[in-house]
Nanobody, 127 residues
Framework: QVQLVESGGGLAQAGGSLRLSCAASGRTFSPIAVGWFRQAPGKEREFVSGITSDARRIGYGDSVKGRFTISSANTMNTVVYLQMDILNSEDTAVYYC???????????????????WGQGTQVIVSS
């Protein structure tokens, strides 16, 4: 059974930084791509960033471009990081890690494109 576990969430001040981690465990699992999504209270789930296993394709949501950086610890994509800098109050949300085994020419930005999901980690940014 595949599990995705997020860590690194917590409280940060506006202008500060946090780094989230997503670790995949279970049977031999090498996702084609891993994505980060977030959902704030009363809002729809939003694409934050995604990376393919070969790290050749990376994508960011418009609201985080230039502030967040996604990276992978290995080519298997079993550990993926999301470095979040210059945080603001609008970044407050539950952040989810997701993975897909489906090949795609681009980094998938739709939540429906990912088959596996973590439980989420809360990020709160105080102003």
């Amino acid at each position: 059974q595949v599990q995705l576990v997020e860590s690194g969430g917590g409280l940060a001040q506006a202008g500060g930084s946090l780094r989230l981690s997503c670790a995949a465990s279970g049977r031999t699992f090498s996702p084609i791509a891993v994505g980060w999504f977030r959902q704030a209270p009363g809002k729809e789930r939003e694409f934050v960033s995604g990376i393919t296993s070969d790290a050749r394709r990376i994508g960011y949501g418009d609201s985080v471009k230039g502030r967040f950086t996604i990276s992978s610890a290995n080519t298997m994509n079993t550990v993926v990081y999301l470095q979040m800098d210059i945080l603001n109050s609008e970044d407050t949300a539950v952040y989810y890690c997701a993975a897909t085994l489906t090949q795609s020419r681009t980094v998938a930005r739709s939540a429906d494109s990912y088959e596996y999901w973590g439980q989420g980690t809360q990020v709160i940014v105080s102003s």
